[in-house]
């Protein structure tokens, strides 16, 4: 048993951990501030010791920064897996609007995480550098979503004319601002629903392949 210094396989992770990580993930469900989480808060949640959590990690801060960047590389991971699975890009954007919509109706959702990462405390510098790490390039949007992206573009789907790295970020500006209308949309009145075939519309109009 050692520190979980290193960011580890999401594969691998022991059960103890992943009890403190689906601990954190509640608790930031329920919308708890990270600067109001205990180090006891999450090991009673996770059924295990106090003294245990440092068996593993060495502030606080470690723990929920490790538990969110797992996240991110789970959720990355599961996504791109079943966007391969689609048999065409018009399906696998349909499918990333939907998951879209069910992460706007999360109080833990993209949109808070990058909130999250924009400022300068303790914890984003600690996720911002495991999110820098070696291991995690795999996780990276770019990656994951270049791979499905390339894929359309081999299909004959997708143009060939345009860098691969513009297209991926091309699709994730217009899912981020499909999502910040959803989770917006009490506060400024929009209908976020007639923006999705407008946000559906304008990928494709400016990444498929003219026939």
């Known amino acids: 048993m050692g520190k979980m210094a290193d960011l580890e396989n999401i594969h691998q992770v022991p ?23 205990r180090v006891s808060t999450i090991t009673d949640r996770a059924g295990i010791g106090k003294g245990t959590a440092y068996e593993y990690f060495d502030t606080k801060e470690e723990i929920i920064a490790c538990a969110v960047v797992y996240r991110m590389q789970w959720t990355f991971e599961h996504i791109g897996s079943i966007l391969m699975e689609k048999n065409s890009f018009q399906e696998q954007i349909e ?15 993209f949109w808070r995480l990058v909130h999250m990462l924009t400022d300068n405390s ?11 790490s070696e291991p995690f390039a795999e996780y ?28 991926v970020y091309s699709v ?6 499909y999502l910040m209308a959803i989770t917006t949309k009490d506060c400024f009145h929009v209908d976020a629903a007639a923006l999705r075939p407008l946000v559906y519309q304008g990928i494709m109009d400016e990444l498929l392949q003219v026939r």
């Open 122 to 132: 303790d914890f984003s510098q600690l996720v911002r550098q495991r999110m820098a």
């Open 140 to 167: 990276l949007p770019v990656k994951v979503f270049g791979r499905v992206l390339q894929r359309g573009v081999e299909r004959g789907e997708l143009r060939k004319d345009l860098p691969l790295e513009y297209m």
């Open 15 to 37: 059960p103890k951990v992943l009890g403190m990580y689906q601990a954190v993930a509640e608790l930031l469900e329920e919308g708890v501030d990270i600067n109001n989480i």
């Open 172 to 177: 994730l500006s217009r899912l981020l601002s």
């Open 95 to 109: 499918l990333l609007l939907n998951e879209t919509e069910e992460q706007g109706k999360r109080k833990f959702c």
